[in-house]
């Protein structure tokens, strides 16, 4: 059986080839490769980082316009593997706390 390569439209708003994302510094490049790796060797479904990720976009969203700041995508994304890492016990919710203080 040969496989075939099967990908999904894009939505019209997407700007990111999710077979070849970009990044415009070097920590979204290392986030994204941790979420992803982390989800590959097992640590967690991928569908409970999507769920955090959306969280994330969705509480910028219904935040004030004066507290939302710019739209970042990785900013959101950061804060999606940061719970998502305590969510799986892989950080401790205090320790996550005082990296994040530091």
């Avoid at 290392?30 to 640590?43: D, I, K, M, T, Y």
């Amino acid at each position: 059986m040969e496989a075939t390569a099967t990908t999904a439209p894009l939505h019209e708003t997407c700007v990111t080839d999710m077979n070849a994302p970009t990044f415009d510094a070097d920590w979204q490049r290392r986030a994204f490769g941790v979420a992803v790796a982390l989800s590959e060797f097992g640590h967690y479904p991928w569908d409970a980082f999507q769920q955090r990720l959306i969280a994330a976009i969705g509480a910028w969203e219904s935040a004030p316009a004066a507290e939302q700041g710019s739209w970042q995508y990785y900013e959101h994304w950061l804060a999606a593997l940061e719970h998502v890492l305590v969510d799986h016990g892989l950080v401790g919710e205090n320790e996550m706390g005082a990296l994040l203080g530091a």
